[in-house]
């Protein structure tokens, strides 16, 4: 079975400081790796997927198959990304279909 | 596009009633999916459909039912409530499967069962 670890709840950071969410993940298949983020009274958006390999507002997340971890990265932190975040897994159920396993999330508070 | 839709956005039920959370989308997906987020937890999937007429159990089923009539709707249904059921549900839909289609996610519905 899938499973997404995110170990840590709560993050603060000071603003430019650099922000470093981890996830690490278990699955016997080849993963497919997503952030969500989910902003102060928003909806739960995609940040960005492992396949794309983009930066999106300044992150990035490398897929390392060795560590299996899929940890997101920004190297100057500002107040707009305070929020919470999420590491996906797809697997794939008995329709193929797409089922994401996520994590317990971060909350991430930078600190002006 | 309004994307996903959910109602209502916040409920109380007394435990033992009934209710059904609306989910509708206008971005013609054929995959549907419902959560719950519990503090501290993460999101958990309860059911999830394919298509129309297409449904099946996810990680934490019980408790509850839903229904894929259209590729629109994708309601949920309550029969009994329970206090283990308050939390904040999220109706989801994605165009196919795979890392080309990302989850859509509604706003939510905070329930709370007293």
């Known amino acids: 079975a899938q499973r997404v670890t995110q170990p840590e709840k709560l993050l603060s950071v000071f603003k430019g400081a650099p922000v470093e969410l981890k996830c690490n993940y278990s699955?016997?298949?080849?993963?497919?790796l997503f952030w969500y983020v989910q902003y102060s009274r928003q909806r739960l958006q995609l940040l960005l997927r492992h396949i794309s390999r983009e930066s999106i507002k300044g992150f990035t997340a490398d897929l390392n198959k060795g560590e299996t971890s899929f940890h997101l990265k920004k190297p100057f932190a500002q107040e707009e990304d305070s929020a919470m975040y999420y590491c996906a897994l797809t697997s794939y159920g008995y329709y193929g279909n797409n089922r994401l396993a996520f994590g317990k999330g971060n909350q991430v508070v930078v600190i002006p | 596009n309004a994307g996903v839709t959910q109602t209502p956005k916040f409920r109380i039920l007394k435990i033992g009633q009934s209710m059904t959370l609306q989910c509708t989308q206008d971005m013609n997906h054929n995959y549907m999916y419902w959560y719950r987020q519990d503090p501290g937890m993460g999101l958990k999937l309860i059911y999830y459909s394919v298509g129309a007429g297409i449904t099946d159990k996810g990680e934490v089923p019980n408790g509850y039912n839903v229904s894929r009539s259209t590729t629109e709707d994708f309601p949920l249904r309550l029969e009994l409530a329970a206090p283990s059921q308050t939390s904040v549900y999220f109706c989801?839909?994605?165009?196919?499967?795979?890392?080309?289609?990302?989850?859509?996610f509604g706003n939510g519905t905070r329930l709370t069962v007293t």
């Open positions: 699955y016997s298949g080849s993963p497919e």
């Open positions: 989801a839909s994605s165009r196919d499967r795979g890392h080309n289609s990302p989850l859509h």
